[in-house]
Every structure is written in structure tokens, then in C-alpha cells.
């Protein structure tokens, strides 16, 4: 431990009133101890360290907002099915709403391939220089739009990285999240990744269309959903058969009333 | 997974943080609060910051992780209270209209400076 030169301290003290909290009994690396004094100054910084992120990320609203333009990040595993949903949604909504993608596929243009065929604009993100392969940061986003022409654009989708982790840590300006689910996957996702699902506004419950071959206890999936989240919107979806795709769409097209008024 | 990105901005913040008089002195101790439902793993983190510290006024400096714990507030009943298992919803009268109050962390609290 003490060789990757830090330590991990949990001497979180919680009061009863669960509002004010304090560290006490400090230990340093060699565990005695610590005494402020000698020979160092404490110099207090409280800044988050995402800051960056979130000041771009308030400027992609800005200027979306300014655009009129909706934007929905998709978010899931990898392989639950985004980019299917995607071109399902798609077919559905164009060209009454005009759309464009960003797909942020690291590796491969696949994505891009498939979605390109429904006809809509879209933008391939090829790499994160925030560090890695594993979300996309607002600044990633920023760039990704100049290619695209608002003026003919009223829904932007993004689809992240597949991960459940850090794209729901990354704002990146867009005005709803949805997080897709594959009842191929663990029914307590939601319970791993409780952050994934707090910050969404709905989930879609895909791959229903498998159900019939699986052990899938999709109410004890839905259960899990609602402890992380009260209320969240739960669209039980097929993106292969297209079941259930109805209450989805129009919960997305209200969305997009909702911002744009129209 | 992105904690090589999260150490480089440690170290701008930090490095921009040390006050006109004590540029060029060494950054000895950096304090960080890190919610727990923050992505970051302190492990890798500790390690990526090490790698990315060389050669800077950072380097050798060590890395101290306060974990904060996910605490909410009830919107309905204004009861405060710790989340320790994910259900996200109020502890005295189940309502799930509740705003969090910590637990999203990934602030640096302090750095200590050596002084000559
Ligand atoms: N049976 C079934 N298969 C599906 C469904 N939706 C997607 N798939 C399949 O699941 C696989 C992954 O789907 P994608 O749409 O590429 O998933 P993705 O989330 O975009 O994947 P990444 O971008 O790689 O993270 C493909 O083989 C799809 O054909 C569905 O509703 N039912
Ligand atoms: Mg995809
Ligand atoms: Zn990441
Ligand atoms: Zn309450």
C-alpha cells in the first residue's frame, strides 16, 4: 500500500445530526500522529476535481439551450443494446424529428456503419484525451459538434461508452439521461451501480423478447430500480421486435416538447 | 477507469493552488474527499498519481483519501439520514423524494506545503 505513495483513511466521524463531520485522529504514513506544524503550511483548496468537466458541460447547455436543440445521453453495459434501440427509435421518429447521433465507439466505426444507414447525421468520437476509453467528457461532446448543423437538428442522442461506471459521473450538457438495461444482465445491475441509476430519468428494460429463454426475475430487476430510484420510468422494451417501444417513444417525444415547446 | 485523468487534474489544481510565496516548494501531503458513490478507486489512483507526479513539485507527495458517506435529506419529512445499502429512500417515512447531500465527492479539501 504505502508503495503507490498514499493512504486510504476511513475515520469519517458522523454526528448525530448527520449535517456537520470532522476527521479526528489522523494517522500518517509511518502511523503516528500528525503534526501540522512542523516545517509545512496546510493551504485549504476545496475544489472538485471535475470542475473542468462541469464548466464545459454547462457551456454545451448553454448552448444547446441556444440552439433549441433536445439532447438525451444513452448510457449502458456494453452490448445491452443502445445502438439497436437507437436505430429502432430512429426509424420511428424521423423525419418528424429532425435527429443526429454522437456515438462514442473507441475501437470501430460499427456503430457509426449501422446508424448512418437511417439517414440521420452522425458524429464518431474516436478518443477521450480526459484519459481513457471509458466515458465521454463534456469537452469530448464539445468538439463533436462542429461538424453538425443545429439549424436542422431538433434531437441530439448520444450514446455513450459502454460502462455503467463513469458516464454517469461525466454531465455532459445534455438535458435527459436514459440507461438501458438487457435482461440478459444480472437483475441487481442496479444495486452495483446505484450512481448509473440515480442519475437517469428512465430506464429501458431490453432484450424482453429473450425472456421466454431465461431465468430473469425482471420484478425483482424492476424492485432493484425502484430502491435506487422512486419513480423512475421503466420501459419494458424489445429493440428486435420492437415491443413495448410505443410508451417509450412517447415518453421521448413529451421530453422533447417539454424543452423545445413544440 | 479514468483515474489517470482525474491525477493530472489533481495535480493542475493543486499545483495552481500553492500560494506567489511558496512556488517551487514541495507539495508534501494532498487531502482528498471522495463520496462513496464516486467512481474512483483509490488504488489505481494512488498509482496513477505517482506515475503522473514525477518530475513535478508533486512528486513523492502523498495522497490522503477521506471517504464521505452517501447522506440525504427527506423532502417530504426533512429527516436526515446515512445510506448504507442502495435504497435511495427516505429511513422514517419511506418517500422516495429525497435529495442528496454527500456521497458525490471527488474534491481536494487542502494541500500541505513544506515550508523552509
Ligand atoms: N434478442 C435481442 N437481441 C438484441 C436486442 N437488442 C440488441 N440485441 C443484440 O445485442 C447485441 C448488442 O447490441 P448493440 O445494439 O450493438 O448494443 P450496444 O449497447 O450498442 O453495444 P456497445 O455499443 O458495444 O456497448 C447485438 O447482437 C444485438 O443484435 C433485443 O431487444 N433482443
Ligand atoms: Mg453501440
Ligand atoms: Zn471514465
Ligand atoms: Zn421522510
Known amino acids: 500500500m504505502l508503495t503507490t505513495g498514499y493512504q486510504t483513511i476511513k475515520n469519517y466521524h458522523h454526528h448525530e445530526n448527520h449535517k456537520s463531520h470532522h476527521t479526528h485522529d489522523r494517522k500518517t504514513a509511518a502511523g503516528g500522529p500528525e503534526i501540522e506544524s512542523r516545517g509545512t503550511r496546510k493551504i485549504k483548496v476545496v475544489r472538485r476535481v471535475l470542475d473542468a468537466n462541469d464548466i464545459m458541460a454547462r457551456k454545451n447547455r448553454d448552448f444547446f439551450k441556444d440552439q433549441n436543440v433536445f439532447v438525451l445521453n444513452m448510457m449502458s453495459s456494453p452490448g ?40 440521420v447525421p452522425v458524429v464518431q468520437i474516436n478518443t477521450d484525451e480526459f484519459g481513457g476509453d471509458c466515458h465521454l467528457a463534456a469537452h469530448v461532446i464539445e468538439k463533436s459538434l462542429q461538424g453538425l448543423d443545429f439549424e436542422n437538428i431538433d434531437l441530439l442522442i448520444v450514446e455513450n461508452i459502454g460502462n455503467l461506471v463513469c458516464p454517469a459521473e461525466f454531465d455532459i450538457g445534455e438535458d435527459a439521461r436514459v440507461v438501458v438495461l438487457s435482461v440478459t444482465e444480472g437483475e441487481d445491475k442496479p444495486a452495483k451501480y446505484p450512481l448509473m441509476f440515480r442519475v437517469c430519468d428512465a430506464v429501458l428494460l431490453n432484450k424482453t423478447d429473450l425472456l421466454p429463454y431465461l431465468d430473469y426475475d425482471r420484478e425483482a430487476a424492476i424492485k432493484y430500480i425502484q430502491q435506487v430510484h422512486p419513480g423512475m420510468p421503466v420501459f419494458e422494451i424489445s ?3 420492437e415491443d413495448g417501444f410505443e410508451e417509450w417513444l412517447d415518453w421521448l417525444k413529451e421530453s422533447i416538447t417539454a424543452k423545445l415547446g413544440r | 477507469m ?115
Open chain 1, 80 to 119: 445491452s443494446g443502445k445502438t439497436t434501440t437507437l436505430e429502432k427509435t430512429l426509424a420511428h421518429i424521423m423525419p418528424d424529428i429532425k435527429s443526429a447521433v454522437v456515438v462514442g465507439d473507441i475501437c470501430t466505426t460499427n456503430d457509426a456503419d449501422r446508424l448512418s444507414k437511417t439517414g
Open chain 1, 239 to 241: 429493440a428486435r421486435t
Open chain 2, 2 to 116: 479514468h483515474e489517470m485523468g482525474v491525477a493530472m487534474q489533481i495535480i493542475e489544481i493543486a499545483t495552481a493552488s500553492i500560494p506567489e510565496d511558496m512556488k517551487g516548494a514541495r507539495v508534501e501531503r494532498i487531502n482528498l474527499k471522495v463520496g462513496k458513490l464516486s467512481a474512483i478507486v483509490p488504488d489505481s489512483l494512488g498509482f496513477c498519481f505517482e506515475i503522473a507526479a514525477k518530475e513535478t513539485q508533486l512528486e513523492g507527495a502523498e495522497l490522503v483519501i477521506e471517504e464521505i458517506p452517501v447522506t440525504a435529506r427527506c423532502k417530504d419529512c426533512d429527516n436526515e439520514w446515512t445510506i448504507d445499502s442502495p435504497v435511495f429512500s427516505c429511513s422514517r417515512c419511506q418517500s422516495g423524494s429525497i435529495e442528496l447531500l454527500s456521497g458525490r465527492e471527488l474534491d481536494i479539501d487542502s494541500i500541505e506545503v513544506k515550508e523552509d
